[in-house]
């Protein structure tokens, strides 16, 4: 102890026992040449080899010890050695009460010293690329990049990044066709969704694309343990995939006695191995998420990857993320809320508290927004993404009117005496009608509506809705009188009707199947509904030629989307219409012309010759080009057309609507805190 080494060493234990049998150890002097003299001879009496000559009570050992600590322990020392040590002595000392000042005015520091106090501070960021839209900011966890997807005029997709530190973005290049983007633990990629059917990462230093795995699904996580989980069919589980790549397997399952018909929206928690995932189920009584009552409700919950938790927290139709310092982040009608998450026992904490208003949403459950592990917060704001107009133009392009002021329209339809037109709009989406003539909208729906459908006398609107489920086709009549009357109800998810016989019988309707399968209603006799086509690809948006023979529609079947015409009884014949992709036919109401949009964002005119069950189609011709706006879960671009095909409505963006804006939160955390 006064040394600082051991009296006697040893290789082994026996040479140690023998050292101590027979070695001497060195002078304490020889180690510590300011130590007093007499406390070498204290120690070497204690360490003698004959005990009788060590020393024999412990109070002899206390007053020798207690002997050097006075002046005695000087005794024995030639007077320059003892004025050295006592020169040394007074300077350690003086050293000694050096130290201990300096430390007591640190320890005074340290605990009178506040904490710099983190302060909110919000920030808007854009650029002068101009999109159709942008949509799904995802904030690196790191939070020094921003994420986000846009759609260009000629309805590409595409991942963008801006740096947080840098006044530009930039794409990245190879990410054409992707989809809900989302970021890998580390910040160095990105992985996506790629033509609705491949599960694709790519690093966002530079680099090509790379496949994780072939699936029909749409949005993910990645967990710290190298594990992507995403959502896959619409009455599927939440599948799990090594990033690595590999064949993806159930993560969770479906338990239809608890009424749930599919799993979707999974974000990992810190562990890497428990992560949130929202469940739509059935309900037979009781209240909605959305607080109607109806048969469907979505609930947020907490599972693992181990299969050891599942776990319901609340209801909630919105995606939610996990972020630091521990809160829950989703939404509730567009208000972005934060609630306290304990990660040891899983379970909520507190209320909800509200951290920003009229967060943007497109699709099922998807409001846009993000956050990093740095509390770094981005979102996108409705009223920024949601201004659009209804204009009329004629066969060139000539714009001749426009209907109303701006707002947030969705899907329009025109009526078949071209004197009314309906459409959806606002957030809850609801169904309304303006006379063309009289200048005069008035509201239909009060129950949520959207993608309106008018009947061949006009005095009926078919419209998809939440309300009494997921999946339902609901009618009403225009004129607002009697209750509206469910026609459908999907057995496997969402639907939305998109045209209505000219015999009135029918309402073709695009429903959820495998992919988005072509159903015919029978309005007559609703067990005689009639699937029409029923395959893996994706079938979307059917009319019905007038005559009733011929049924167009859009389909993915090559690859990307393209106009088809299918005959609906005889031989099924079948005829490609556009040569170079194609969105949202619809028949002039004489069945001599079909009009369509192409990839290039243009109106395309076929001329269409139907003799006796065979059809002759004309040579394609565009008509003009025009940003419009595209209905994001429903694949329809928002138009349509008079009945003598002279008079195009269309619904397009606003100037300021094209301008890629999201809002930053620094530290957004800081505030709730307070």
């Known amino acids: 102890m006064v040394t600082g080494q051991r009296a006697f060493t040893g290789d082994s234990k026996a040479s140690l ?6 070695d001497e150890p060195r002078a304490i002097s020889e180690l510590q040449p300011t130590s007093p003299p007499a406390l070498d001879r204290l120690i070497k009496k204690c360490l003698q080899k004959d005990p009788d000559r060590r020393w024999q009570t412990a109070g002899d050992l206390r007053d020798e010890l207690d002997w050097i600590a006075s002046a005695g322990s000087q005794a024995g020392v030639p007077t320059p050695v003892s004025s050295r040590r006592r020169l040394h002595l007074r300077l350690s000392w003086s050293l000694f009460a050096v130290a201990g000042v300096i430390a007591i005015l640190l320890a005074v520091l340290h605990f009178l010293r506040t904490d710099p106090v983190r302060k909110t501070s919000r920030f808007t960021i854009s650029t002068e690329q101009r999109f159709e839209s942008v ?154 998420s959305t607080g ?8 947020l919950r907490v599972g693992s990857l181990d299969g050891s938790v599942d776990r319901e927290l ?57 956050a990093s592990d740095d509390a770094t917060l981005v979102y996108q704001s409705s009223v920024a993404g949601g201004v659009k107009r209804i204009i009329v133009v004629d066969r060139v392009g000539q714009e001749l009117d426009t209907l109303g002021a701006p707002a947030d329209y969705g899907d329009i339809a025109l009526s078949p005496d071209g004197k009314r037109l309906a459409f959806d709009m606002g957030r809850g989406s609801d169904i309304w009608i303006e006379d063309l003539t009289l200048d005069v909208r008035s509201r239909l729906t009060f129950d949520g509506g959207s993608v309106p459908v008018w009947s061949p006398d006009g005095e009926q609107i078919a419209y998809r809705t939440s309300s009494g489920g997921a999946g339902v086709i609901k009618t009403r009549r225009t004129n607002g009188t009697g209750i509206p009357n469910t026609v459908y109800r999907s057995p496997r998810g969402g ?35 009639v699937s029409v086509l029923h395959e893996s690809c994706l079938e979307v948006n059917p009319q ?64 269409v010759d139907i003799e006796e069950g065979s059809i002759t189609l004309g040579v394609s011709e565009p008509l003009f080009a025009r940003t419009t706006v595209r209905s994001a879960n429903t694949h329809r671009i928002c138009y349509d057309v008079s009945s003598d095909g002279q008079r195009f409505y269309i619904n397009v963006p606003t100037g300021d609507d094209n301008q890629m804006e999201f809002v930053v939160v620094l530290n957004w955390d800081a505030e709730q805190e307070d």
């Open 17 to 22: 026992i023998g050292s101590i049998m027979r």
């Open 135 to 288: 949509q799904c900011p995802r904030i690196s966890p790191d939070g020094k990049l921003l994420a986000f997807l846009t759609v260009d005029s000629t309805g590409t997709y595409k991942i963008w990044i801006r740096p947080l530190n840098a006044l530009e973005a930039y794409p990245l290049p190879g990410t054409e066709g992707a989809f809900r983007p989302f970021w890998s633990p580390d910040s160095r990629y990105l992985a996506y969704v790629g033509n609705l059917d491949q599960l694709k990462k790519v690093p966002v230093s530079g680099g090509p694309p790379q496949l994780i795995c072939e699936f029909a699904g749409s949005d993910g996580c990645w967990g710290k343990n190298g594990t992507i989980l995403f959502d896959y069919g619409p009455t599927d589980p939440i599948m799990q995939v090594p990033a690595a790549g590999g064949t993806p397997t159930p993560a969770t399952t479906i338990d239809t006695e608890r009424g749930e018909i599919y799993h979707m929206w999974p974000w990992f928690l810190p562990d890497g191995n428990h992560f949130l995932y929202l469940v739509n189920r059935s309900l037979t009584q009781g209240q909605n």
């Open 292 to 299: 109607m009552i109806g048969e469907t409700s979505s609930a």
């Open 314 to 370: 609340f209801l909630s139709d919105s995606r939610a993320e996990y972020c630091e310092p521990g809160y829950i982040l989703y939404c509730a009608e567009g208000v972005l809320l934060a609630r306290r998450f304990d990660t040891d026992r899983l379970e909520v904490v507190g209320e909800p508290i509200p951290v920003a208003e009229n967060i943007a949403i497109s699709g099922s459950h998807s409001y846009h927004f993000g």
């Open 495 to 529: 639907s939305f009707p998109t045209d209505w016989s000219h015999d009135g019988q029918y309402i073709c309707a695009t429903s959820w199947g495998e992919g988005f399968d072509i159903v015919l209603v029978d309005l007559l006799d609703s067990s005689n509904n």
């Open 544 to 607: 019905i030629s007038p005559d009733g023979r011929f049924l167009v529609y859009q389909s993915d079947e090559s690859g990307r989307y393209q106009i088809y015409i299918r005959e609906l009884g005889g031989n099924q014949g079948k005829w490609q219409v556009s040569p170079e992709g194609g969105y949202k036919p619809v028949w002039r109401d004489d069945g001599r012309e079909i009009f369509y949009w192409d990839a290039a964002r243009r109106l395309i005119t076929v001329p």
